[in-house]
């Protein structure tokens, strides 16, 4: 039986994957199966499960997104806002790995 082909990374697909977030509830997240990714604000699920598996070659189970609104702070006397950021937890099909240190495949 031929093994079905994985979809090859478009240019679109790191435009929707920003980066990994590595925090340490993100590094126990990883002990289920789920990696925390930064993704672009108007990512839908269909697309980051899409983009997660053309990248890394993987077989996503699950989406998850968490839209963080920008806190105000203040630097030196000085106010400011942080930016809103979008965060995808991605689940994994059983066996399936990514080693957000090695970088994408492309």
Request: aromatic fraction near 4%.
């Amino acid at each position: 039986m031929a093994k079905k082909q994985q979809a090859a990374p478009d240019a679109r697909h790191y435009d929707i994957v920003l980066a990994p977030h590595i925090t340490e509830k993100s590094t126990m997240l990883s002990e289920s199966n789920a990696v925390v990714f930064k993704v672009a604000p108007k990512a839908t699920k269909p697309e980051i499960k899409a983009a997660v598996e053309a990248l890394f070659n993987v077989k996503v189970t699950n989406v998850n997104t968490i839209v963080s609104k920008g806190k105000s702070k203040k630097w030196q006397g000085r106010p400011y806002q942080r930016s809103d950021m979008k965060k995808a937890i991605v689940t994994l099909a059983e066996g399936q790995t990514i080693d957000i240190t090695e970088g994408v495949r492309g």
